[in-house]
């Protein structure tokens, strides 16, 4: 029998002379005409234990079916090298590098342990502050970078009450702490809180800085009482008490009409300014503007 393209016609194929379960079909393409005839087992096996093994595959021991393609094991070890590559690359000056910390778990949760056992009895557990500072209210006296938080831990106030930390945390937990903090903030506050930190400094270095002999007297540029209120409830009633009447042992009552250093409006800016360091009350004069200071003390005598 001859195939191919030696003839233009097929040479007749009796029914006979095939083999068992061969079929030949009736049309001829280019002088080959065409048998119709189940593929052999042997192939078939195989053909169908790829497609079984690698259903087997996807669904047991790939494990990736319905993630997206992550691998959460792979996911977890990327983690520990990111968190290995942090550790040895802490720049205290680079913002970014902290948002990326507070954004690493593991630098989140350690930072937290810090912060439990060191921070909560002056800032609260839950950051919002006591006898120190709320942290999560969208405020920062001291700064709202990340770089800026890092140094008020590392370098303390110690005229505030507040102990530098640095020699005793070390720079890898406080960054943790800071980590902590921001984690625990919205982004786009400390964003915004940061852009009204630049726009205060901008106009501090363009003005010159009141002094006790040149503190603008309350007027319209002074926002008296609602600014001195909530300067008052930041700052000064966790000693003095958000009703004005003192708290034992911390500060005394501003609502009895007893005033020690002169209940005067002067006489409280200079107290309020300069503070009584031998009774334990800070000064506030590099904390608070002059327009604050008058705020408070208008509110305190209200």
């Known amino acids: 029998m001859k195939h191919g393209l030696e003839h233009d016609k097929p040479e007749d194929v009796e029914e006979e002379d095939l083999p068992e379960g061969v079929i030949l ?10 048998y119709d005839q189940r593929l052999p087992m042997w192939w078939l096996i195989i053909l169908f234990s790829v497609i079984f093994f ?21 996911e977890i070890k990327l983690a520990e090298l990111q968190t290995k590559k942090l550790s040895s690359s802490i720049d205290v000056t680079n913002n970014d590098l902290f948002y990326e910390m507070a954004s690493n778990s593991t630098f ?14 002056c800032h609260g557990k839950n950051l919002q502050g006591g006898i120190g500072f709320n942290l999560v209210d969208k405020e920062w006296v001291h700064g709202a970078h990340p770089s800026e938080i890092y140094v008020s831990i590392a370098d303390g106030f110690p005229d505030k009450g507040m102990q530098p930390w640095e020699s005793l945390l070390g720079q890898k937990r406080i960054a943790e702490v800071v980590a902590y903090i921001i984690s625990e903030n919205d982004l786009e506050d400390l964003k915004a809180a940061q852009e009204i930190d630049a726009t205060k400094s901008a106009e501090t270095s363009a003005a010159e800085i009141g002094t006790p002999s040149n503190m603008p007297d309350s007027g319209p540029e002074v926002e008296s009482f609602a600014m001195g209120e909530n300067i008052y409830e930041r700052n000064c009633a966790a000693c003095h008490g958000a009703d004005r009447k003192g708290v034992a042992n911390l500060g005394s ?44 003390a208008e509110y305190i005598l209200d």
């Open 108 to 121: 989140v949760s350690a930072g937290k342990e810090s912060f439990e056992a060191n921070c909560i009895a």
């Open 54 to 74: 690698s259903i087997i595959y996807w669904v047991v021991i790939d494990d990736r079916r319905f993630e997206g393609g992550v691998d959460p094991a792979l």
């Open 253 to 296: 009552d501003l609502t009895d009409g007893i005033w020690a250093y002169g209940g005067s409006k002067e006489d409280i800016i200079k107290v309020v300014r300069d503070g009584i360091m031998e009774k334990g009350m800070i000064a506030w004069d590099s904390t608070l503007t002059d327009e604050e200071i008058i705020a408070v």
């Open 25 to 34: 079909r009736d049309h001829v393409v280019d002088g080959i005409r065409e």
